[in-house]
DNA sequence: AATGAATGAGAATTCATTCAT
DNA sequence: GATGAATGAATTCTCATTCAT
């Protein structure tokens, strides 16, 4: 009676698992959760419907590790972009490269963003996913900054502050574009603002 | 072929058109847009599946009532607040009754609020709508704090940026609870930011 | 409990009916009709939907009156032109005419024609009116040939073939465009036939 | 947003899809296409409602294929009854045989030719179709018949002008029943018709 | 008589999931 | 493990007909 989700062990069924999570990424990026269907999924991953349900206990299954993979495609740049910073660091110089980054992996996930978050609202497991996510980020910058000298108190906060500035900027950046906004002056608070946050 | 949505006039019909929609904007709020479905719209507002294609072409044209009347629950309380305070106003003050405000309204829509903005990602008409939305808040708080004589310099830039992060904050403060975060601590942050953005 | 269906007698109730008729008869012709709804044909007529179940029992029963208007349509120019015929009559003067003649009434009448005949399939009433119509015709035009002189020996079933002949031949000529026919070679054939039939 | 529909190769499955359109066939046959839902097809072809989805776009697509399966039922008796001519072909005999043939096949296939010919007003690729298929039959007699030695000359004319009369007969013998016309001497009338039009 | 809002059964269609091969 | 045909419950939407006013 149990569900009994297949353990890929050899590569090339571990292989086949990637090809779905990776088709079901490109749908839900481009029609969302519920505008994409399980025999879509396989086509696209070039397999048969019956075996998504093979390595899959249902749709949502694909939809968590899909989630998995977004999370390190937002979070291995971030750090890459951290690791390469030279102590002692000046935030005034920080500050501007972070803000690209950040636009940056917008950019490239804006659709696959919306359609997580989405379900994010309905679905534990997902909101889950991505409390765990913010709590990585902020952890590890907080770490890698107070590394770097910035000064410890409040750390958190003001990490996790500065990066929803960062991310509600970003996406205003990638999206919106309402008319009577000026996104370079806009940018140009965020970076102070930002700044600020970590300067005193 | 053509269809046609009954433009209601009379009394009768604006009220049972009012119940459909908050019939919509309850469920949509409890169990999202997807998980809804428009028998039970009708049997929540007490009328036939029949006449809410009466009312609205389809189930979206609901969501798109949903969001009108959302926004009028977003918009209303702030400006209220807004009107009631005096000329100078200072801006220390006003800041955390804003924070306070803004929370509020985010606890009582925080549910529709995801299910719209869910939409928003892979529907046109009803990303449209929400930026329409968001292009009338931030230009009717810039008006009213200009009035209050706040220097009107990139205000708009300064309101639309202020806005996102306090909602940010808000989203953070009723959902997110991570443990590491002291979220007095982080009001604080957040209120000086943003007396920091209306100060110079 | 029984349906009682209004006996229109002030001339402003049947000018009403009639109205509603004639919508039939056009929506019916423009759609057929199963692609009409009862509501469009009120609205073609200018009245309400519920009065429409004040002069009709049911939406069938506004079809077998708009076959009733659609026989006089087809029998009164067929009679008058037959009317103005002088004796003795030369057979193969009359043909052509009555060959323009049925085509002319197809041209005015084919699709509703289509959306009646349609229904004479499922629909007992409407078939027995449409072999009414063709009793009417039938009987009609054998009691004006004999009176005009021609031969009476199996004058129904002469008439009734020639009929059909002409019917058929109308229907090809107005709709159906085979590539491959020349119509105005089939015309020939047909007036032949036609003629042939009542010569000896 | 792709419709596929699946082209079945194995016989398991071209047998299934056969099923449905014979249970369309029926159907449509007993109680019109408007009179039959999806449901029962799938009843009627014992398979569920959701494969007939796999196998036909909707149930227009069904009609379509049961309007081919009916040409097959209408055809094939005729040419199978003209193969059988010994050259050269004696025209007086055969007419008689020809009109008994198509007296049968209607009796057979009345009530589809009906429900069919109904949608062909007002469903323009059923009607598409059913002129190809009016146009198979023409050229395929008119060749059998000039191989057979009879005179090519407006072939196409007369094969149609013979089949349009023979259709229209059959359909009188079959449905109509008018009680003054003695079915018998029409039929010597409609055979002698038609000898006359192979004839010189 | 007249209105047109309201009803609700019924229709077509979709799709996550199962299962025979 | 793999296939893809098959399932059938669920969903959106329509429309002939009724009914309160």
Redo the contacts with the bound molecule.
Sequence with gaps: MK?TV?????E??IE?KNKIINAGYELFSEVGY?????????KRA????????????????ILICVLEIYLDKVIEPLLKMFNKLQTPLNIEDVVPKVIDEVIKIHKRNNKIHEALHALSGSDEAVNTKFIELEDQITLKLSDILVKHGINGENIHEKVHFAMDILQSFAHEYVYDKHDYIDYFVMREMVGNTVINIFKD
Tied chains: 1, 2, 3, 4.
């Excluded at 297949?6 to 050899?10: E, L, M, Y």
């Excluded at 519920?34 to 396989?42: F, H, K, Q, S």
């Excluded at 070039?46 to 749709?59: E, L």
């Design positions: 569900k297949r353990q890929p062990q050899q090339r069924s086949k519920y505008g994409t269907n399980t025999a879509e999924i396989a070039g397999v048969s419907t019956g075996i998504v349900y093979g390595y899959f206990s249902d749709k949502r299954d």
